[in-house]
């Protein structure tokens, strides 16, 4: 995706995230969210966490300074989380609303050269990182359990995680996507094994989340097995499933 694009797909996800959150009360805060060990409240915590990180990484490239991601680290990372999960639900509210506010003004602020700047962020640049940002935006929301689903992912989206995750099939295996449209995703090397389902659900299957409607493997047998996310360290929650971009 170019960067008007995606400035564009990540402007209208944090309409859906503020849309979804807005009417969030104190008691939806607490309760599990679609990933195992976390609340609704962890999910935002981190997404609010993220946020800053990620503004960081961009306002920092444009300066020509490279920073770490997170002050202190993972363990930093993972104890403001747990700090402020148990916050009220305007707090979660207003918190994401100013940092995704800062990150729509920042991304539209940026020069066609600051895209391709360095951040420490996996080494990439800031279209990276902005890229990483759009797909825990969506993934994420998804996990809240707040109404949107992953059946509603763009196919800018999809195709884009699909790109991503493709180093989920384990080496000296090939999978192959197969959607009712025509649309179909080769990944891998090897002996195929062909997954059948609409595109969002193939993708969300891809991304660890459970697909909105059912897939199947082609040859009636089990879904093929799915290393873990690239470049993951151990998952934020103690789930597999859950991803760990940031």
């Known amino acids: 995706m170019r960067p008007g694009g995606l400035v564009v797909a990540i402007r209208r996800a944090h309409e859906r995230l503020g849309g979804a959150i807005e009417p969030l009360t104190d008691a939806q805060v607490g309760q599990p969210s679609r990933l195992p060990g976390w609340s609704r409240g962890h999910v935002l915590a981190h997404l609010d966490g993220l946020a800053a990180a990620i503004a960081r990484q961009i306002d920092c490239a444009r300066r020509g300074e490279l920073v770490d991601f997170y002050d202190g680290g993972r363990p930093a990372r993972d104890a403001a989380i747990e700090a402020g999960a148990s916050a009220p639900a305007a707090e979660h509210v207003h918190a994401l609303r100013v940092a995704t506010e800062r990150i729509d003004a920042l991304l539209a602020g940026l020069a066609p050269a600051d895209w391709d700047r360095p951040v420490r962020f996996r080494d990439g640049v800031v279209l990276s990182v902005a890229l990483a940002w759009w797909r825990e935006v969506e993934i994420h929301l998804v996990d809240l359990d707040l109404g949107p689903d992953s059946d509603e992912w763009s196919a800018e989206l999809c ?65 093929p097995r799915l290393d873990p996310w690239p470049d993951s360290t151990p998952p934020e929650p103690p789930a597999a499933t859950s991803p760990d971009l940031a």
């Open 159 to 223: 195709d884009h995680l699909v790109d991503f995750l493709a180093t989920r099939v384990p080496a000296g295996s090939r999978v192959v996507l197969e959607a009712p449209d025509g649309w179909r995703r080769d990944l891998g090397a090897g002996a195929a094994r062909t997954v059948r389902g609409d595109r969002a659900d193939l993708t969300a299957w891809l991304a660890g989340r459970e697909p909105v409607r059912a897939i199947r493997a082609a040859d009636g047998d089990h879904l």
